[in-house]
């Protein structure tokens, strides 16, 4: 079956660190690039963070470049997202999605989300 | 970065009605770039429509996709009870690189 799942999430101090991870199945997951967007509960999404199918190129947006760290394990079919200084303001659920194909920047496979809850 | 402001913020429609959702970019992209999706309570977001017009894999021909330039919209020709939701466009641009949703259009019951 083709899915993604994320997991790691959880409750978190301000200030605190968390790594989110994404386990692929069910397609060449190498091949394609992947990215992380959030959405706060009853709130619109917010692209955060992208990379190319080998690792080597990653995309930030403002609101987390310097704190957030994309990467991902080929080997695992895994991505994952390392969350360092989170704020408040980092509450949200968390999903990684599959890009349709390279150098496309839409996604066609979505996990179900994990949330993050940044509070003290 | 490019903001997309979609319209109106709520739909009330019944089923069989057509939907007609507009998002509007601040400046003017690529309609290669503008994708549409759809997210009910409780679900991760569903690609319909990228590339401005192609639908994806499995999508209903009743949903399609149009517009260039800076406006752009998605019609749902008959609704179905599955198609009250919200619904998002994005854009991206890659140089520099940068990815932007809309604000998200709800289709309710009326």
């Known amino acids: 079956e083709v899915q993604l799942l994320e997991s790691g999430g959880g409750l978190v101090q301000p200030g605190g660190s968390l790594r989110l991870s994404c386990s692929a199945s069910g397609f060449t997951f190498s091949s394609y690039t992947m990215t992380w967007v959030r959405q706060v509960p009853g709130k619109g999404l917010e692209w955060v963070s992208l990379i190319n199918g080998r690792g080597g190129i990653t995309y930030y947006a403002d609101s987390v470049k310097g704190r957030f760290t994309i990467s991902r394990d080929n080997s695992k079919n895994t991505l994952y997202l390392e969350m360092n200084s989170l704020r408040a303001e980092d509450t949200a659920v968390y999903y990684c999605?599959?890009?349709?194909?390279?150098?496309?920047?839409?996604?066609?496979?979505w996990g179900r989300g994990t949330l993050v809850t940044v509070s003290s | 970065e490019i903001i997309l402001t979609q319209s109106p913020g709520t739909l009330s429609l019944s089923p069989g009605e057509r939907a007609t959702l507009s998002c509007r970019a601040s400046?003017?992209?690529?309609?290669?770039?503008l994708a549409w999706y759809q997210q009910k309570p409780g679900q991760a977001p569903r690609l319909l429509i990228y590339?401005?017009?192609s639908r994806a894999t499995g999508i209903p021909d009743r949903f399609s996709g149009s517009g260039s330039g800076t406006d752009f919209t998605l019609t749902i020709s008959r609704l179905e009870p599955e198609d009250f939701a919200v619904y998002y466009c994005q854009q991206y641009v890659t140089s520099p690189p940068s990815l932007t949703f809309g604000g998200g259009t709800k289709v309710e019951i009326k």
């Open positions: 400046q003017s992209i690529s309609s290669s770039y």
């Open positions: 999605a599959k890009h349709i194909r390279i150098s496309v920047w839409h996604f066609d496979l």
């Open positions: 590339g401005a017009s």
